[in-house]
């Protein structure tokens, strides 16, 4: 029987490990903290339910508007803070059934660390110790906030999301370094919360296309939202009971500063190897993170290393998933592909951004020749009816047509609309077939259908080209 241990109970670790139990492999996982990693526990689940949060707040703000008549809604951050523990809780004791009920998965709660390249030393959270051997080795230790090496950090209320999310109180005045998918998705849940939220960054949601990334911007406006852009933090002080903020700009010789109460650094993540002793196995690293070569293969063969803990690697959760997968499958004796070229990115801003395959800009600089379309939510009947308007659908495709080159989404439920795109960039389908699909009416999936359309000059509810 082929025995399989790995270092980390992420969605990547724990997936491989019940793909590896399934497929009659002897499994050993080994995880100190809970299972689901920091998207489960410090990331994308416990961000989601502030985001419900805040998406109600937002509405509630618009009562009028709707012609809703009510007393003023308070925010209750204790019950925010409770529902929060409620939603992780009650996944992370669902992914544990589901690792208990595998028979031949071994659960070790302890921190593991290499001894050699065949040897795991685990110091169990009960006190004892075990080692572990195995024929192969999956390092899926995931990623940790990155702080920026500026003065300041060290203060109080100067902190990272894994702090955030246990906020007991809604900050006055919230300063937020980094307009990453992190810093943007605080800093629009935040301002629903009645925070007086800026955003200093160099680069607005900067891996988005274009037009998404000018767009923003004013939407943000409307919701109270100040953004700092193109400027790099270079201090944090504390003065007269704040703290302040000073950042460089990157385009001319001037310093930006900001003042507020709370300051979140949301500067990315790196790898997390701490503490795991990989010299001792041989593991080759650059930057702090593991090399793998395109099957996450490390340079010692029989270990390997997926998701946020990969050099270079793409830091989502259903990146870290695939590859779990496709790595378990591999060496259990199939022939498995994996096709990172086409992976949706999702930003749980309000509105929400969506993105799959290339931007424009990626079109562009690969010499690609293509044609884009662009269809406005404001031409949805759907979105309209919601009040949700704002934002619209950008498909890029190649000159004949035959191919979708990207496809990107502002606006009511991006982050689910983008997943027809997905379906169809997956399977090679032309804009000719994916236009042939009849879309039920009033949905929001006829922006998609719509911008296709655009693309062959179809489209019904787009004024004609000038």
């Known amino acids: 029987m082929t025995k399989i241990a790995v270092i980390g109970a992420g969605p990547g670790g724990y997936e491989a490990a019940i793909r590896a139990a399934q497929m009659g492999a002897e499994v050993v996982l080994i995880e100190a903290d809970r299972p689901g990693g920091t998207c489960l526990n410090r990331g994308c689940i416990p961000t989601k339910t502030l985001w419900k949060n805040a998406e109600i707040m937002e509405n509630i703000h618009r009562k009028a508007e709707f012609g809703l008549l009510m ?34 998965i071994e659960y070790l709660k302890g921190f593991g660390s290499f001894v050699d390249p065949h ?56 300063i937020v370094v980094g307009g990453g998918v992190i810093g943007m998705e605080f800093a629009s849940i935040y301002a629903q919360f009645g925070s007086k939220v800026t955003v200093m960054t160099n680069g607005v949601l900067p891996a988005t296309d274009g037009e998404i990334q000018k767009r923003i911007p004013s ?51 790196k790898a997390n190897i701490d503490g795991l002793e990989i010299e001792k ?29 990969v050099y270079g690697n793409v830091q989502l959760a259903h990146v870290a998933s695939a590859q779990a997968i496709h ?17 949706p990115a999702c930003t749980f801003t309000l509105p929400e951004v969506a993105q799959v395959g290339l931007t424009e800009e990626e079109v562009i600089a690969q010499n690609i020749p293509y044609v884009k379309s662009k269809f406005m939510f404001s031409g949805n009947g759907k979105a309209v009816s919601l009040g949700e308007a704002d934002g619209f659908v950008k498909v890029l495709a190649t000159e004949d047509l035959k191919r979708i080159l990207g496809i990107h989404i502002i606006g009511p439920h991006a982050n689910d609309l983008i997943h027809e795109g997905t379906v169809a960039m997956a399977n090679d389908m032309g804009v000719e077939s994916i236009g042939k699909m009849i879309h039920a009416h009033p949905t929001l999936s006829e922006a998609f259908m719509e911008a296709i359309h655009q693309l062959e000059g179809k489209s019904i509810h787009s004024a004609p080209a000038k």
């Not at 790595?327 to 992976?343: A, F, R, T, Y």
């Open 219 to 269: 939407i943000f406006k409307r919701a109270g939202i100040k953004i700092v852009n193109k400027v790099r933090a270079s201090e944090i002080t504390q003065e007269n009971g704040k703290l302040k903020v000073t950042a460089k700009r990157v385009d001319k010789d001037k310093v930006e500063e900001a003042e507020g109460t709370m300051v979140l650094l949301a500067t990315g993540r």
């Open 119 to 174: 040897k795991i030393h685990v110091k169990l959270n009960d006190g004892s110790e075990k080692d572990v051997t195995a024929d192969y080795i999956i390092i899926a230790t995931g990623s940790k906030p990155s702080v920026p090496p500026i003065a300041g950090t060290d203060l109080p209320n100067v902190i990272t999301s894994d702090e955030f999310l246990d906020l007991k109180e809604i900050p006055e005045e919230l």
């Open 71 to 104: 007393d003023e809604c308070k925010i209750d951050p204790i019950r925010l803070n409770e529902r929060k523990c409620e939603v992780v809780e009650k996944i992370v004791g669902g992914v544990e059934f589901l690792i208990g009920s595998y028979p031949n």
């Open 327 to 343: 790595v378990v499958e591999k060496l259990m004796g199939e022939h498995p592909e994996i096709n990172l070229n086409v992976v």
């Open 281 to 309: 196995a041989g593991v080759v690293t650059e930057r702090g993170a593991v090399v793998t070569d395109k099957e996450f293969k490390t340079n010692v063969d029989h270990i390997y290393a997926i998701g946020d803990v």
